[in-house]
């Protein structure tokens, strides 16, 4: 959803190409991405439409509280959410081994990503890392 709509600034891009244009990393309020999606008002269901339309995107979003309709029981369109694009990118891995550390490594994109210990990361981290030092 998030890729192919287009804002309604215009000709504006997307906010899922506004992120990987700007580098992956973007602050956006929950009122753009509701008018992105089509809505004129922000509500739960609402905000569980656009996690699940990032989610389609391949984005992740932080805080993850701010799109959680049980803990953001009054969403406001004025409130900020940072977008990223889930990349595989030592970034992208940092941020998702966080906010979600049942489903990565965590030491591994923590201390071998972030802290710049190339022993500790798995083959697969490796590889993405050489990826992204050859696209330098």
Known sequence: ?????VSTEGDSASIAERCRKEGGLIEV???????????KKLGKWVLVEVAEALTKAKLGHFPPDMLDPQLNIEPRQWQTVWIYDRDGSPRAQVIDAVLHPDRHDVRAALDGLAGGHNEVLTPEQKLARIRDLVRE
């Open 29 to 39: 309020t929950l009122g753009d991405l509701r008018e992105e999606l089509g809505y």
């Open 1 to 5: 959803m998030l890729e192919e709509m």
